[in-house]
């Protein structure tokens, strides 16, 4: 149950890190403490959750648009 039903699309680490670009990832898999990740540019990675997400992680937050509109 890692992430929840609330992190099935996330916004993708290395876009974010590598690209300063928001691209959208979907979960391909779920498991106990991580989940793994593919954005629509075909990065692969995983997500560690200690607690499911809380609220939608997508569409990104207008804050988080916005900081990377910069």
Known sequence: MAGGPLAHDIPCMVCMGDHA??????????????????????????MDWREPATEPQWPPSPEMVAAFER
Not at 22 to 28: G, S, Y
Not at 30 to 42: L, N, P, S, T
């Open 21 to 46: 670009q928001l691209t959208k990832a979907t979960r391909i898999h779920e498991g106990v403490e991580d989940d793994q990740y593919v954005c629509e540019k075909g990065h692969a990675f995983g």
